[in-house]
């Protein structure tokens, strides 16, 4: 099973909860209708994919996985609260998908390829499980390509910590860059490359509000989730380090002036 980076702490699903189809999943919406079939891979505490559900159903089928069960109650709540009958969740791999050839419309997967040892081989299982005229849709990070303002040092030793603790773990940190690449490698290509469909978007945090729980999220991260136990394990920061950066992360998120954006690569492949 690939290693998660974040791991589940508190932290990470409050975070991860903040997610919805508008804010995460924009360049998909157009592609959707009611009565669609949708597989959505790494579904987490499932906020995505409960608008999704909103959004094919009453008639469309919304499934989410994950690869370990944790989450999924919460996820299944959420469901619940909503009144979605439409929706269910299955504990499966992405590299062997417990489903036919062409079960889904529609196969998505938010923040899931960078953390994977082989994000190339995941997408054509994606593939395998998507019906003809459907779409597959990707969006990745792309910590390299994060900026903010101002420029403290603890930032920059954050984004170098976590991209070494996330290809420890074999993942790709600077995922979204390289979505079209790893498309191609898989064969989604048809003859022209034009149903291959590229784009990028951004996350910006800079009012009160949004830097306050942006950097509160990452301190927290940063000293007491799964990213600390790799960081320490592994030898590539010491407690004393993963401190100075919280503290840096505090200090950034006092600062009135403090502006941070997230740049997301993204992919439609449509399928023939």
Not at 135 to 148: E, G, K, L
Not at 152 to 181: F, I, M, Q, S, T
Not at 182 to 194: I, T
């Amino acid at each position: 099973m690939p290693a998660y980076t974040h791991g589940h702490h508190h932290a990470v699903l409050r975070s991860h909860r903040s997610r919805t189809a508008a804010n995460s999943a924009a360049y998909l919406l157009p592609e959707l209708r009611p009565g669609q079939r949708l597989l959505d891979v790494g579904c987490g505490p499932g906020t995505i994919t409960a608008d999704f559900a909103e959004l094919v159903g009453p008639a469309g089928r919304v499934v989410g996985i994950e690869p370990v069960a944790g989450v999924l109650a919460e996820a299944a709540a959420l469901a619940a609260d909503r009144g979605l009958a439409n929706l269910s969740y299955e504990v499966a791999d992405v590299y062997r998908l417990p489903f036919a050839d062409g079960s889904f419309d529609v196969v998505h997967a938010h923040q899931v390829l960078q953390h994977l040892p082989d994000p190339v081989a995941a997408l054509r299982e994606m593939r395998r499980v998507t019906a003809p005229g459907g779409v597959i849709a990707v969006r990745d990070s792309d910590y390299a390509a994060m900026t903010w303002y101002p420029e403290l040092p603890e930032l920059d030793e954050w984004v170098g910590l976590y991209r070494k603790v996330a290809r420890a773990n074999g993942g790709e940190p600077d995922a979204g860059r390289r979505l079209l690449a790893w498309a191609r490698e898989a064969g989604l290509a048809d003859a022209s490359g034009a149903n291959l469909v590229p784009s990028s978007s951004s996350w910006t945090f800079a009012t009160d509000d949004e830097r306050a729980w942006w950097s509160e999220s990452w301190a927290e991260r940063t000293t007491r989730t799964k990213l600390a136990d790799t960081a320490l394990a592994e030898d590539l920061a010491t407690p004393a380090d993963l401190e100075r950066i919280a503290a840096g992360w505090a200090r950034w998120g006092a600062d009135p002036d403090a502006w941070f954006a997230v740049l997301h690569g993204e992919l439609l492949v449509r399928v023939s």
